[in-house]
């Protein structure tokens, strides 16, 4: 978008889900793995809830994208442009401090960095250079399942849409279950069995800002009763994301659009690439020097 057609709003949520998952993983999740050697004063599980928040804005920003391209091939090159360079980037960079340093645990090899650098490696059961990009994972699948229905002519009729790929699903995992198998991880990824919904609601919030078309409400309806289904322990904080998201992308909150959040919204993907190991290297080097005791 031009700079006068950006909605602001977006940003900020992408630096809030960028701050979310940050202080997950130097609060809760370095906790249960190495420790801190004196309790925090706080915890944030709610934190691992940013990468939620990642995906409705993706749903959103994609179907907004392909609504306005004519072009499949555009699509395809604006998003490997800002996927991959960053994406190269924080693999050279993470591989080399984790690999100096050390890191108990997440140490790769060579030949798992270079398949890494493919964005494919949750498929092949590769290792990931670190440990957050297994959301790549599941976007690229979302970015694929757009291009074939941007191509197929899908896009006209998202409710549909949805309920081919909520079909798709419980073919696939009723299939595995009277099979006795369980579903490949590489699967569940593909199919977007578990996060689908949240890229689809991404697409309901679009569709009520630009149109405010009622097959959003439908739309929106629907996911939420997809996620109440696959997380109904979380549901309260789910549903809190949801509200945010909609007054942001409705412009019912523009003190969203504060500079702090706006230059973290900037920053958002190369600092969501490196802050996880690189983070963890810096804390067990400090706690080492008995710093932040």
């Known amino acids: 978008p031009?700079?006068?057609?950006?909605?602001?709003?977006?940003?900020?949520?992408?630096?809030?889900?960028?701050?979310?998952?940050?202080?997950?993983?130097y609060t809760t999740a370095f906790d249960d793995l190495?420790?801190?050697?004196?309790?925090?004063?706080?915890?944030?599980?709610?934190?691992?809830?940013?990468?939620?928040?990642?995906?409705l804005v993706s749903g959103f920003v994609i179907y907004m994208?392909?609504?306005?391209?004519s072009d499949a091939r555009r699509f395809v090159i604006s998003r490997a442009t800002r996927l991959f360079?960053?994406?190269?980037t924080a693999i050279l960079i993470t591989f080399a401090v984790v690999t100096l340093v050390g890191?108990?645990?997440?140490?790769?090899?060579?030949?798992?960095?270079?398949?890494?650098?493919?964005?494919?490696?949750?498929?092949?059961?590769?290792r990931h250079i670190d440990g957050v990009y297994w959301t790549l994972s599941v976007e690229l699948a979302f970015y694929a399942w757009m291009f074939i229905a941007f191509r197929a002519g899908l896009l006209r009729k998202p409710v549909r849409t949805l309920l081919i790929?909520?079909?798709?699903?419980?073919?696939?995992?009723?299939?595995?279950?009277?099979?006795?198998?369980?579903?490949?991880?590489?699967?569940?990824i593909l199919l977007l069995t578990e996060y689908g919904n949240l890229f689809?609601?991404?697409?309901?919030?679009?569709?009520?800002?630009?149109?405010?078309?009622?097959?959003?409400?439908?739309?929106?309806?629907?996911?939420?009763?997809?996620e109440a289904t696959l997380r109904p322990d979380a549901i309260v904080i789910n549903l809190a994301i949801n509200a945010l998201f909609a007054l942001a992308t409705t412009r019912r909150f523009p003190l969203l659009a504060t500079?702090?959040?706006?230059?973290?919204?900037?920053?958002?993907?190369?600092?969501y690439l490196v802050h996880q190991y690189i983070g963890y290297v810096i804390i067990r080097q400090l706690y080492a020097w008995n710093l932040g005791h």
Do not use: C
């Not at 994208?65 to 391209?69: F, G, S, Y």
């Not at 405010?212 to 939420?224: E, Q």
């Open 2 to 25: 031009t700079p006068t057609s950006r909605i602001k709003e977006l940003d900020a949520l992408r630096g809030i889900g960028a701050a979310m998952v940050v202080l997950f993983h």
């Open 165 to 188: 790929w909520l079909t798709v699903n419980i073919l696939a995992i009723g299939t595995a279950v009277s099979l006795e198998v369980p579903l490949p991880q590489a699967v569940r």
């Open 259 to 271: 500079r702090p959040l706006l230059y973290l919204g900037a920053i958002s993907y190369p600092l």
């Open 85 to 88: 360079p960053a994406y190269w």
């Open 65 to 69: 994208t392909l609504e306005r391209t």
């Open 34 to 55: 190495y420790g801190h050697p004196t309790p925090l004063p706080f915890n944030f599980d709610i934190g691992y809830y940013g990468v939620h928040l990642f995906f």
């Open 103 to 126: 890191l108990p645990g997440s140490e790769r090899t060579v030949w798992e960095a270079l398949a890494n650098l493919t964005m494919l490696q949750e498929y092949a059961g590769i």
């Open 200 to 226: 689809f609601a991404g697409i309901g919030f679009y569709l009520w800002r630009q149109h405010h078309s009622p097959t959003a409400v439908v739309l929106i309806a629907l996911t939420l009763i997809l």
